[in-house]
């Protein structure tokens, strides 16, 4: 019942929400964010994969770029893959400046062609480069479509970096949704996840950088990434967003009726 009530409060909500800009995504607590939810009938979901490597070497010492991407069919489905394109664009371009790709192909053999003319400039490059990405339906009703982006790149370095973002959409128009419009007090939602991830990571009161966490200006602030899940909204925060890339990512869970009050 609990959860009946929080969905007519979301579909009232969300179905007025703008077209917004886009928020800026550990491994297995995002999984526990993707369910068998029903899907709207003006919109359905095909997957697709792009992949290529690179020719300067084979097997595990290619280079390679590997996409999976979820893309929408039906009425709104232009915001919803021109967002997921743009943000998938942004993840794998390497380098200073924006890409010019227009298309997943075009987005692939930019990154090759840049891993094989610093390979062929610098001697001394000899690693592969990596870039990964799985877009993917996370949930799904009526109201709300929330798509995970969980990515690994990788282009010279002591480490890659691998992250999860998460998109919101309008499910009847296709609209992106900004992660603030979720809130009629944002104020209050941050107090209570940080009572919660205190709690979770046994935090006592006082600078919450005190035992060793990397929020800026030592002051809790929510993450970047909420995903809606079966059991509430999941909060994540990716590598450095919270604490060292050796900590790994944060994540805290608030269910709907903890977070009812607070949103929209």
């Known amino acids: 019942m609990k959860r009946i009530l929080l969905s007519a409060a979301l579909i009232a909500t969300l179905a007025s929400c703008k077209n917004e800009k886009a928020t800026a995504t550990p491994e297995t607590a ?4 993707t369910i068998n939810a029903p899907e709207a009938a003006s919109l359905s979901f095909d997957n697709k994969v792009y992949e290529k490597k690179s020719k300067l070497k084979t097997g595990d010492q290619a280079t390679v770029v590997h996409l999976e991407i979820t893309e929408a069919v039906g009425n709104g489905t232009d915001s919803i893959n021109n967002k997921v394109f743009r943000t998938v664009r942004d993840i794998v371009h390497f380098g200073e400046g924006k890409s010019t790709a227009k298309s ?24 592969p480069w990596e ?47 900004e992660r603030d419009a979720l809130f009629k007090d944002k104020k209050g939602f941050t107090a209570l996840a940080e009572k919660k991830f205190r709690a979770k990571y046994k935090i006592p009161a006082g600078n919450i950088n005190s035992t ?14 909420i995903f809606f899940t079966n059991k509430g909204l999941l909060l994540l925060y990716n590598h450095y967003e919270a604490a060292a890339y050796a900590e790994g990512q944060k994540d805290v869970l608030i269910s709907y009726e903890e977070a009812k009050p607070f949103l929209k």
Do not use: C
């Open 30 to 33: 995002t999984d526990s964010t």
């Open 104 to 127: 997943y192909d075009a987005l692939i053999d930019e990154f090759i062609t840049d891993y094989e003319t610093i390979t062929k400039e610098d001697t001394f490059e000899d690693m």
């Open 131 to 177: 870039a990964t990405v799985k877009a993917s339906v996370a949930y799904k009703n009526d109201s709300i479509i929330n798509i995970k982006l969980n990515y690994y790149t990788f282009t010279g370095g002591a480490h890659g970096y691998g992250a999860d973002t998460s998109l919101l959409f309008n499910a009847k128009t296709g609209k992106s949704i």
């Open 212 to 225: 060793g966490y990397q929020f800026m200006e030592d002051k809790f602030v929510l993450p970047n990434n």
